[in-house]
């Protein structure tokens, strides 16, 4: 088991911001590409983000220019800036570490916990 733990959900309001960490532990961090899902109750998980270890950046189309993905190698953390939230953006985040693009999300890659972000008024 690989210690991720997410931190910087809470509550916003809409249109307003939150910058969501991700620290990794026990993995040659850089060489790993680091990624954001997101499941809201009811809906399947999706993919927010991606970073690779050359940092190459995917986004889902509903936060195309709004999120922001970085990692810090240094710091074996990575973050999702999120500016201009809507209430669709409602989730339980959760960053995963895959060794390739295509490992991410699956039995082969690490979880954190999971940090829940809601956008209300």
């Known amino acids: 088991q690989v210690p991720i733990v997410e931190s910087g959900g809470g509550l916003v309001q809409p249109g307003g911001s939150l910058r969501l960490s991700c620290a990794a532990s026990g993995i040659v961090f850089s060489i790993y590409t680091m990624a954001w899902f997101r499941q809201a109750p009811g809906k399947q998980r999706e993919l927010v983000a991606s970073i690779t270890s050359g940092h190459s950046t995917t986004y889902a189309d509903s936060v195309k220019g709004r999120f922001t993905i970085a990692r810090d190698n240094a710091k074996n953390t990575v973050y999702l800036q999120m500016n201009s939230l809507k209430p669709e953006d409602t989730a339980v985040y959760s960053c995963?570490?895959?060794?390739?693009?295509?490992?991410?999300?699956?039995?082969?890659?690490?979880w954190g916990q999971g940090t829940q972000v809601t956008v209300s008024s």
């Open positions: 995963n570490a895959g060794i390739t693009i295509g490992t991410l999300g699956g039995g082969n890659s690490f």
